[in-house]
Each structure stands twice: as C-alpha cells, then as structure tokens.
Nanobody, 125 residues
Framework: QVQLVESGGGLVQAGGSLRLSCAAS????????MGWFRQAPGKDREFVAN????????YYADSVKGRFTISRDNAKNTVYLQMNNLKPEDTAVYYC??????????????????WGQGTQVTVSS
C-alpha cells in the first residue's frame, strides 16, 4: 500500500506561482514513478507531469512545459510541482499518483494505481 497526501493548493492571481507537495508513505519503493494530474470542472482528468524517483527523469504535458517543474526529495519521500506564470485555464483539482514503473511520455491514468485526495488550485484573471 502507498499513501499519498497533496498540499499547497490555493487561490492565486494570473501570473502568480504556487508549489504543490505530495508526501508519499508506505511501500513507496514499489512505486518508482510519480505523476501529477489535474481535473478542471466539466472536463476529464488530464496528465500534467511525471518523474522517476531514482533517476529523476521527467516529462511534461505541452500545456505546462516551460511553466511547471516537477521535482522530488527522496529523503522526504515528497514530490513537488512548482507552478509559475499560472493562467486561469490552470484552475483544477490537482492529484498526485504513483505507478509501478516510469513510462516517460506514455501516461494513461490506468497506469497509476495509487492516488491522493487532490488539492484545489484556482487562478483568477
């Protein structure tokens, strides 16, 4: 079992920044890949970014490339999503998730079998 707890969401003006955290606990060694997804009102949940715990490889959705940065602190079992230059269209509930292997650019939701409860990010114009 792996437990994931997100934090760091909130309300921010367009152009601002937020940093999300995802604290992992339990059998984290069995889930070497972590991803961030988001779901806006009335829309499907979509992939945002992922990272490999060990090698640090990352991959981003085109919509956030150059604005968001995913990173990890292995000592703290925590993954971060630094979000800069936020736009109103970034408004969504953000979820972190864990997968049994790192898949780079291939990120179907079914690959990720542990999910956090989500944290709301609201960007005002």
């Amino acid at each position: 079992q792996v437990q994931l707890v997100e934090s760091g969401g909130g309300l921010v003006q367009a152009g601002g920044s937020l940093r999300l955290s995802c604290a992992a606990s339990g059998r984290t060694a069995t889930r070497p890949a972590m991803g961030w997804f988001r779901q806006a009102p009335g829309k499907d949940r979509e992939f945002v970014a992922n990272i490999h715990w060990g090698g640090g490889s990352t991959y981003y959705a085109d919509s956030v490339k150059g604005r968001f940065t995913i990173s990890r602190d292995n000592a703290k079992n925590t993954v971060y999503l630094q979000m800069n230059n936020l736009k109103p269209e970034d408004t969504a509930v953000y979820y972190c998730a864990a997968a049994p292997y790192y898949s780079g650019s291939y990120n179907p939701q079914r690959l990720y079998d542990y999910w956090g409860q989500g944290t709301q990010v609201t960007v005002s114009s």
